[in-house]
């Protein structure tokens, strides 16, 4: 089966700017993640998705950042404006239809973004 | 709240020889722990997880470990390191969080060089 898609691979952009990142889960897979994941640091969840719905976006710096899962399928990941702070990998991840606890997450490969 | 140690930054094995990666975590209710494996440029893969039963488990690759309830400890262990196992490994734990929530939470990660 496909993986966990993710684009763009690369981005560079300066502070101030805006970006978005896209997220295409495994086909069925209900739950989705958006992770940061800072260099030298651990993934940390910033958003989780039940189909289209928000599980939890307590991590969400929501001032700049933003996601959305229409349809209940693919999602985006805003920043608006990004600062240096933010650069990092962005990680997307789905999980087994059905997305409880005790199910392993799959991971996309990750959206590397560098703010100058 | 809860948390994951990881209390190494690096650890270090010749070929062939027994590995170890420490992961200690600290969760309110019962835990559900997993390992994940990042090689360079990818997302993360799910090696193994415990969830309730035989305190050992085994996953991916020759992989397994051991949950120490009395220790809140998840080691990852092999009984023979290969250099293509050099990478970067996280433990995470999901389990009950105050506000009803169940973010997972990720350890910061242990790189492990294997020599030939």
């Known amino acids: 089966e496909a993986g966990v898609a993710q684009s763009p691979r690369y981005k560079i952009i300066e502070k101030r700017q805006s970006v978005a990142f896209w997220c295409n889960p495994i086909?069925?897979?209900?739950?989705l993640y958006w992770y940061q994941q800072i260099l030298g640091q651990g993934p940390k969840l910033l958003i989780q998705?039940?189909?289209?719905?928000?599980?939890?976006d307590s991590q969400l710096p929501k001032d700049r950042f933003s996601a959305e899962r229409l349809k209940g399928v693919d999602s985006t990941l805003k920043i608006q404006p990004a600062k240096l702070e933010d650069s990092a990998v962005y990680l997307c991840?789905?999980?087994?239809?059905?997305?409880?606890?005790?199910?392993?997450?799959?991971f996309g490969p990750g959206t590397r973004l560098t703010v100058l | 709240a809860q948390s994951v140690a990881q209390p190494e930054d690096q650890v270090n094995v010749a070929e062939g020889n027994p590995l170890t990666v420490k992961c200690t975590y600290s969760?309110?209710?019962?835990?559900?722990l997993f390992w994940y494996v990042q090689y360079p440029n990818r997302g993360l893969q799910f090696l193994l997880k415990?969830?309730?039963?035989?305190?050992l488990v085994k996953g991916s690759y020759g992989f397994e470990a051991e949950f120490n309830k009395s220790q809140t400890s998840f080691h990852l262990k092999k009984p023979s390191a290969l250099v293509s196992d050099s990478a970067l490994y996280f433990c995470?734990?999901?389990?009950?969080?105050?506000?009803?929530?169940?973010?997972?939470?990720f350890g910061r990660g242990t790189s492990l060089i294997v020599h030939p």
């Open positions: 991840a789905s999980n087994a239809p059905r997305g409880g606890l005790s199910d392993e997450q799959f």
């Open positions: 086909s069925g897979h209900a739950t």
């Open positions: 998705f039940q189909n289209n719905g928000v599980v939890d």
């Open positions: 969760v309110s209710g019962n835990p559900y």
């Open positions: 415990y969830i309730t039963g035989d305190n």
């Open positions: 995470a734990v999901r389990s009950y969080a105050s506000g009803g929530s169940y973010i997972p939470t």
